[in-house]
């Protein structure tokens, strides 16, 4: 793994066989995941009267008199609830870890903070969470990432949710705090997706911060804050890089965005793809996917790229490695992957053709800077939801998609499989950070052993009918590996 974190020594995480018991709803009146994750912001909620009243100023109740959260509306709850029944058939592995560990309870006593995405697979990693013994508040990761009607089947079984599809920045901050600061409750662990809830964490619960057990961390941009926090020395607590891990980093970086790119790009605008011109910003894992799926469908792509590395790769694969003013006048579609700030600035998008697409698939906000939009001579016009045209004098127009967030947790959703092997692998850092002996892990950032990226993988080849080759006891001494793994050393790069 190409990171300079250190390994984790795994604990052994041994449980019962016993079933899972889940609550299963009729699937008659099921509602096609594609219309509450794009079309409209609350589409769900289109048959229901609307409240004008800001949200955080609502009094909400679940049926059980519970209020310890703050969603659109309690009235979507059914409709979640389907939600998260249809995503667990596609979440194999994460019910199969539930299933191992649930007698054992390995999370009792945790009290977890979580800033993810809030859709119908992430319910699943929740509710597991839950059911290994984990107090749990949740808020989410982008103002734009709550499947409304998720966030309400949580807050009706109980769960302390804080988040809606649509917040404003205020609002996104006001949920982060409100899953910090509540009576009787002193979180000893996160669970980040982008570093918000860490960085809040520690500049406004400097207390809590010192005293948590551990981070887990899944993005880039938060891997990216908290080796900053580090060379600070600022990080006073261990973390475990997920992002690295290779059943994230190729499974949901590559092989989620490899489909959600294109989902989100058809839904949004209903483009043909063949003979598209685009430009992908960053040929990492997730400009590999896309890259991958565009030329599939018969686009021109071309990739910019800082990393010599990276741009062998891009031209290997068959794309032109250009500089982006060399083609910005020319392409039909740009799109930024690189988790840095100002990739698209005001002087490229000047020189745009009319028409052109703009969109970010990193979590970074700032890849395209959208406030050199905000000008007098610009005019915006919202022509859906998640579209925005901008005019120039001119009248060239910009497509800008999401506002310039991360278009794929916007305009899309994340396929509930890759969900699960990123989910199962989050379940077994926090078992492993909060069950570890004191001393074991230091302020620092690490990483997880071969071993779990392996256990994980092999929880989901079954859903595939899959039949691993076993080692002979001869082969195994001629390789010199153990006979049931780890299998590659931890340089092997896949």
Not at 205 to 229: A, D, M
Not at 286 to 309: F, M
Request: contains cysteine.
């Amino acid at each position: 793994m190409s990171t300079n974190g250190k390994e984790v020594s795994f604990t052994s995480l041994d449980a019962s066989n016993e079933k899972i018991t889940a609550a299963k709803m009729p699937y008659k009146s099921y509602r096609p995941r594609s219309v509450s994750t794009c079309s409209t912001d609350s589409c769900s909620s289109a048959s229901l009267s609307e409240d004008d009243t800001p949200v955080r100023s609502r009094k909400q109740l679940n049926s059980s008199g519970f209020s310890d959260f703050c969603i659109k509306d309690i009235r979507l709850k059914d409709f979640g609830r389907r939600e998260i029944d249809f995503a667990e058939q596609e979440m194999p592995g994460l019910l199969s870890l539930r299933k191992k560990m649930i007698d054992d309870k390995p999370l009792r006593g945790a009290k977890i903070v979580g800033c993810t995405s809030i859709t119908a697979p992430t319910a699943v990693l929740i509710e597991t969470l839950a059911s290994l013994g984990a107090e749990l508040r949740w808020c989410a990761c982008n103002i734009y990432s709550t499947q409304n009607e998720v966030a309400a089947a949580l807050a009706e079984a109980g769960f302390p949710i804080f988040a809606w599809r649509g917040e404003s920045v205020d609002d996104f901050w006001w949920c982060i705090e409100k899953c910090f600061e509540s009576k009787n409750w002193k979180p000893n662990m996160i669970l980040d997706d982008g570093g918000d809830a860490t960085n809040y964490c520690q500049a406004k619960c400097p207390s809590v911060f010192k005293n948590l057990i551990g981070i887990v961390e899944e993005s880039t941009t938060g891997i990216h804050r908290l080796y900053k926090l580090l060379k600070a020395e600022k990080l006073l607590v261990p973390a475990i890089n997920i992002n690295n891990c290779v059943t994230k980093t190729k499974f949901d970086n590559r092989y989620s965005c490899r489909e959600s790119v294109i989902v989100s790009l058809k839904k949004c605008t209903d483009l043909m793809f063949g003979a598209k011109q685009v430009v992908l910003c960053g040929y990492g894992e997730v400009g590999k996917g896309c890259c991958q799926s565009l030329k599939g469908l018969g686009c021109i792509v071309y990739v910019t790229e800082i990393d010599p590395i990276c741009a062998l790769q891009a031209c290997m694969d068959g794309f032109k490695v250009v500089k982006l003013n060399e083609v910005i006048r020319l392409v039909d579609i740009v799109i930024t992957a690189t988790g840095n700030k100002n990739v698209i600035v005001r002087e490229h998008m000047d020189k745009m053709k009319s028409g052109c697409i703009v969109c970010c698939m990193s979590y970074c906000h700032n890849e395209i800077d959208v406030a050199a939009l905000h000008t007098p001579e610009l005019k915006w016009e919202k022509v859906r939801s998640q579209v925005d045209h901008i005019r120039w004098p001119d009248g060239k127009t910009m497509i800008l998609l999401a506002g310039g967030h991360h278009v794929n947790y916007t305009c899309s959703s994340i396929p509930s499989f890759v969900t699960s092997i990123t989910a199962a692998t989050q379940v077994l850092a926090l078992v492993e950070l909060f069950n570890a002996p004191i001393g074991r892990y230091k302020s620092d950032v690490y990483l997880l052993p071969k071993k779990m990226d392996e256990h994980v993988a092999s929880l989901h080849l079954a859903t595939f009918d899959a039949h691993l080759t076993e080692l002979s006891e001869e082969q195994a001494k001629y390789m010199g590996l153990p006979k049931n793994g780890p299998f590659k050393p931890n340089y092997y790069r896949y």
